[in-house]
């Protein structure tokens, strides 16, 4: 299969596995509406999940986030309790409910008569001219037009409007049309400015409330991390937000289900899950590491990154006529999948910290772990070094104290902490609830196993750096 759901061929298939987050957009929970994960976590897979197994349901993909920036300043909506925000909050709360009544009429379950006075026909024009987007903008300049032109009583009216449409619909639908609207792939409209972090945000409000006031309309946003993050940051309200979060997140056996359906597919007589299947197909060393923590341990714990490794390792082991995947074919994967990681980590986020790849390519060809005093050496480093000053400079400076930095590095995945003889730790996948482990003068800051081959890390630890030249190419020194 494809390890991106939208071109997946086999995602109709029984291939499926049943993970927390799954298991709360599927039962019509309430009280959670925002699924948040990183990257290759399985956000669009459920997406067509709930498609499948929920009737009526909307999926919406929205392209002009961007556009509608034009209608307002970020400074003026960062305040959700000033009109600007709430302008913003009321376009896309009627936007939506808008949406769904559109749906009931294509089903037949309503109509538009305009013989029937009602706050639906009111509404006609915008149902019946507009797609989601469109109807945005048109809502959006609506009512910041009111607002600049200081006509409190339009603007008013135009916050009145929707309240009474909601209002109007929940108490004349039944409660078999309730209607699950999806949206995805937000990032994929928007440009990274505070704007339309503004205009995430307006929108997970608007959420909120209509899950909280609303019968007719369920609303479920699929956010990646790093765009609730830049949330997080700007909303001073977002505990309103956070408590209706579910994390993305997978366990290793999750994942070993999810590899093992997928060799299961074409076998008529399939073999059993949790460690038969795999042992079908990938060879098992007499002694040393086994073929399952080669690939775990090497890989974050999300589906995207697992499904990639072993593609790599199958095409191996197909180039070389290998009846099973072994060994070798699991090493040999590593560098490109290494490669492709740490250029999809600095892509992830690039616009939390534009030209990352520039800090992360300066580990090159160091060691594995770093002491602290190796930290901030390289800190001191990284601050001189012209490339990061000129690219870097939005951002860098925020993380100069060597807590902040590793903070930082923890927070996305490439830094793990490892404290005396425990095992190195990792964040998970998940958005970031757990805090930074207590660091202390014998901890050790070790870099993700996923980067070793990309950037061509020695076996050592790292104390101090004073000798070295940071780059990103050339020869390997002691």
């Not at 494809?2 to 109709?12: H, L, T």
């Not at 699950?180 to 440009?191: N, P």
């Not at 602290?372 to 100069?400: F, M, N, P």
């Amino acid at each position: 299969g494809q390890s991106f759901a939208e071109y997946d061929i086999v995602r109709d298939k029984p291939v499926v596995v049943d993970t927390p987050a799954m298991r709360s957009a599927l039962d019509r929970d309430r009280s959670k509406c925002f699924f948040v994960g990183r990257r290759g976590t399985g956000k669009t897979a459920i997406t067509f999940q709930i498609v499948k197994n929920i009737p009526k349901t909307l999926l919406l993909l929205p392209q002009l986030f961007s556009p509608v920036e034009k209608y307002f300043s970020a400074e003026d909506t960062k305040d959700v309790h000033q009109r600007p925000f709430k302008t913003l909050v009321t376009s896309f709360k009627r936007a939506l409910i808008d949406e769904v009544i559109a749906s009931w009429v294509k089903r037949g379950l309503t109509s538009l008569d305009r013989r029937i006075v009602s706050p639906l026909t009111r509404e006609r024009n915008a149902i019946e001219d507009f797609d989601f987007d469109l109807r945005l903008m048109h809502f959006a300049e609506e009512g910041f037009d009111a607002l600049r032109n200081a006509q409190d009583k339009e603007w008013h009216r135009h916050i009145n409007r929707t309240k009474e449409l909601i209002e109007h619909v929940d108490e004349n639908m039944q409660d078999s049309w309730e209607t699950t609207v999806v949206l995805d792939r937000i990032d994929e409209s928007w440009d990274g400015s505070d704007s339309s972090v503004v205009l995430v945000m307006a929108l997970m409000h608007a959420c909120v409330e209509l899950t909280a006031t609303s019968r007719a309309i369920r609303p479920l946003i699929f956010l990646r991390e790093n765009v609730v993050e830049r949330v997080r940051e700007l909303d001073r309200e977002f505990a309103r937000l956070e408590t209706f979060v579910v994390a993305l997140d997978w366990t290793r056996e999750l994942l070993l289900e999810m590899i093992e359906r997928r060799l299961n597919l074409p076998l008529i007589a399939k073999y059993q899950l949790h460690g038969p299947t795999w042992d079908a197909y990938f060879e098992q060393p007499a002694s040393g590491q086994s073929s399952q923590s080669l690939v775990f341990d090497y890989c974050q714990n999300r589906p995207r990154d697992v499904l990639i490794y072993c593609k790599y390792a199958i095409e191996s082991a197909q180039r070389k006529v290998h009846q099973r995947i072994l060994i070798e074919d699991l090493q040999e994967a590593r560098r490109v999948f290494s490669d492709n990681r740490l250029k999809e980590l600095a892509d992830e986020y690039a616009d939390n910290y534009p030209q990352l790849q520039l800090v992360l390519s300066r580990f090159y060809g160091l060691g594995r772990q770093f002491t602290i005093k190796g930290i901030e050496d390289l800190i001191r480093k990284l601050l001189v070094d012209s490339e990061v000053k000129q690219h870097c400079a939005k951002w860098i400076y925020k993380y100069t104290q060597t807590d902040l930095f590793i903070k930082l590095f923890y927070s996305i995945g490439f830094l793990g902490i490892k404290i005396k003889d425990s095992s190195s730790l990792f964040r998970s996948s998940g958005p970031q609830t757990v805090g930074l482990p207590t660091l202390g003068v014998d901890t050790l800051i070790e870099i993700h196993p996923t980067y070793i081959e990309a950037l061509s890390l020695q076996n050592s630890i790292v104390n101090s750096l004073a000798k070295v030249d940071l780059r990103a190419t050339g020869l390997i020194e002691e």
